[in-house]
């Protein structure tokens, strides 16, 4: 079985996605005790009697990135498993971490390498050599030319376009329909075109303590 943990929209498009996938379904956790179910699956408050580490599986269903990287540092749950839409593309070359959400429409191409618990969120592009960090959101259409490597927890924006062979930081936000034409520091809010630097993230300091 897998679980979820999350009960909120981007939880929907993950059990749509495991279910496509033909994958047994445990249910969902919340720390929000009103829900009751989510399509159909219950959502429980605390983890279940029934879950077995040794047969049993989580994915975090939560769209945050800080939140997502939280839970695997506070959180004692395991293993981690993959939910990958049947629709998307992924070379054979390609790896993809564990904990990873992979929507529909999606392209990675060959030597990619994406990190655990990433969203490649529906319809985005990663091409040949890219290296994608951990807990990173990679959103709807966006483009990642070969070559590109994105640091730890940073979100590319939807539709955003990345050219060949750029570094962006750990934990940086590339907003939507921004063209990165030259490399992002770490924590750097980055918007336009070509893509400047906006600001920089106020959460520097409280990541540090993760």
Not at 114 to 140: A, E, K, M, W
Request: glycine share 12%; proline share 3%.
């Amino acid at each position: 079985m897998i679980y979820l943990y999350g009960a909120s929209g981007h939880a929907k498009v993950i059990l749509e996605i495991l279910e496509l996938q033909q994958k047994a379904i445990g249910g969902l956790l919340d720390c929000n005790t009103e829900i009751g179910t989510l399509q159909g699956y219950d959502v429980h408050f605390d983890l279940v009697q029934s879950y077995d580490p040794q047969l049993d599986s989580f994915l975090i269903a939560i769209g945050d990135n800080r939140i997502r990287k939280e839970i695997v540092a506070h959180c004692v749950f395991g293993p981690y498993s993959q939910a990958i839409h049947p629709f998307s593309v992924l070379s054979k070359s390609a790896l993809i971490g564990v904990g990873t959400v992979v929507m529909a429409g999606v392209v990675v191409n060959s030597d990619a390498r994406i990190g655990q618990h990433v969203i490649l969120n529906t319809n985005c592009s990663v091409d040949h050599d890219c290296q994608v960090g951990d807990f990173v959101h990679i959103s709807p259409n966006a483009a990642l030319a070969g070559g590109v490597h994105v640091g730890e927890g940073s979100h590319i924006g939807i539709g955003a376009s990345v050219i060949p062979g750029i570094k962006i930081g750990k934990w940086t936000t590339i907003g939507a329909g921004t063209v990165v034409i030259r490399d992002v520091p770490d924590y750097a809010v980055v918007v336009g075109n070509p893509g400047t630097v906006l600001k920089y993230n106020f959460f520097k300091e409280d990541l540090n303590k993760i």
